[in-house]
């Protein structure tokens, strides 16, 4: 063995001759900032990350506008009446479409109900209607009456029993008291839909951060194992200084992200008037914000162990599949976990920062056990940076060697 080999593995394998060199001062103790720094510039000055960073902005206010484009899109339905009290009903049927957001209804006037139907054969109007000795006839092109049918038949039921009910002396109102239903949400919930997507819009932002963000940590670590500058970098700061350094900034530039992302999607949902109650949002952004910045630091550790497993970078390739596997896993949680599978879960480290926020603007969960999923998330970080920094510093000096995740199991690093 080489005598740069016998030290690299000297180090390796006793950390404490690197706290002896005297380059390891007290002074060396805060290196960790200029590497953090150093990293932040590199990161933030790349091509790639900067176009990504705009082309996902453009993408959010891009499906802002869509949303707003389709919800304000003119979708009147047009019927074709056969006399006056088909034309009544269509007046009536509108206002009732519109007080429930649907499709609003405008009239053709039509000579007879052959030509009110020859008008819809026509594709000259969506829908018809007339009244004949046999009643009431609702014409459409496919058969089914969709929205703007339900509306015109259930105008016409209304409008029926009301002149049955005058001509048997019977006080419909009256007959009708007591019969309304008052449907609310429960106590601290949400919309149920809204809060949903919400959710899912969780987990996709967080699976997408913790893969771009993970994979430069562990590319980074694995650049400079190959090209053997962090043994330059070893002689002047301590390998632990060096993994702090690159974490704290990905942190940072993940959450600085996110946060735009967030203002973003916020700033053109207001603005656009999409029907997004912005406090609500806020405050499951705010529980999610949190949240990210817990499960990230655990990933982002386990993303620095792969960098520094590997030697080249199909030995990177191999070694990312666990992480991958834990990442692919929160995403689908987020999305399909419900029930008893879902509230284990929000208490389970990494997979608490997607599905506890989602609980949370659901309604389904209390502020205490949020703070309960965060202090086990806490405690899970502090366990795992130590592992993982141990494992780092052991591995990340071998140069010329890699290693596999049973190896590093079986504590063989």
Sequence with gaps: MSRQNTLEHAVAEHPALERSAPARSGAARGAWRTVAAREIVVRATDKTFLISSVVTVLLLVGAAVFTSFMGGRDSTQT??????????RVAAASELAAADGGDGLETVDAADPAAARALVADDEADLALYEDAQGWTLVTADGTPGAAGESLMQSISAGVQAENAAQLGVDLEALDRGAEVTVEAAEGSSDGAQARLLGIVFAFVFYMAAITFGMAIAASILEEKQNRVVEIIAASIPVGQLLTGKLMANMALAFSQLLVFGAVSLAAATFLDL?????????????????????????????????????RTED??????????????????????????????????????????????????????????????????????????????????????????????????
Excluded: H
Excluded at 79 to 88: I, P, S, T
Excluded at 287 to 309: E, K, P, Q, R, Y
Excluded at 377 to 385: D, E, P, R, S
């Design 79 to 88: 019927v074709a009446v056969a006399g006056a009290a088909a034309g009544e």
């Design 275 to 311: 029907g997004v109650n912005v406090a609500w949002a806020l405050t499951g952004i705010g529980w999610f914000v949190g949240f990210f910045v817990l499960g990230f630091a655990i990933l982002a550790a386990l993303w620095a162990v792969v960098g520094a497993m590997a030697d």
């Design 316 to 413: 990177m390739n191999a070694s990312t599949g666990p992480v991958v596997f834990l990442l692919v896993a929160v995403l689908a949680g987020g999305m399909a976990a419900s029930g008893t599978l879902q509230t284990v879960l929000s208490y389970l480290p990494v997979f608490s920062s997607v599905i506890m926020p989602m609980r949370l603007v659901e309604g389904s969960a209390s502020w205490w056990e949020a703070v309960i999923a965060a202090a086990i998330a806490l405690v899970t970080v502090v366990l795992v940076m130590v592992w993982c920094g141990r494992l780092y510093r052991r591995a990340v000096m071998r140069t010329g060697q890699s290693f596999t995740w049973a190896q590093v199991l079986r504590r063989k690093v």
